[in-house]
């Protein structure tokens, strides 16, 4: 891999190469949206697993709640339980920064776009539901 890259590091190229993946962690992590999370430097593998195991409570509780009749209310108490658990994992040693914000916001707008592509209707109230829940609480 860093034999056939090599040559483009001169027009800008930066490429980190640290291993091969598991097929089952390709498996079980080819829709997880923070998957990039995993091996960051900064964020220790014990958070990581907790953050994707929010996530996925997240998901299905909002899939749950979309599929139930969309409560607007249950679906920002939902966003508020997301950035609640965020907050206490990030309040010891702080590890999201800019991007991991970002991608956190993205992952929750993925979880919108699913869940629209199952309900089979516009679900844009939900989702500013979802991420006003969110902005209520959050430290990050």
Do not use: C
């Not at 966003?79 to 992952?107: C, H, K, M, Q, Y």
């Amino acid at each position: 891999m860093r034999k056939a890259w090599r040559p483009h590091q001169r027009h800008g190229v930066q490429i980190n190469v640290r291993g091969a993946r598991k097929p089952e962690w390709v498996t079980a992590n080819t829709t997880n949206p923070l998957r990039d999370w995993d091996g960051r430097e900064h964020i220790p593998r014990t958070t990581y697993r907790k953050t994707v195991a929010q996530y996925k409570a997240t998901r299905e509780a909002f899939l749950a709640e979309v599929t139930a009749g969309e409560h607007q209310g249950n679906i920002s108490e939902i966003g508020r339980a997301f950035g609640a658990t965020l907050n206490a994992l990030d309040n010891p040693s702080p590890f999201i920064e800019t991007v991991e914000r970002e991608e956190l916001f993205d992952a929750l707008d993925v979880l919108a776009e699913e869940a629209q592509a199952v309900a089979g209707r516009d679900l844009s109230a939900a989702r500013a539901a979802l991420i006003e829940g969110v902005n209520s609480i959050r430290d990050w």
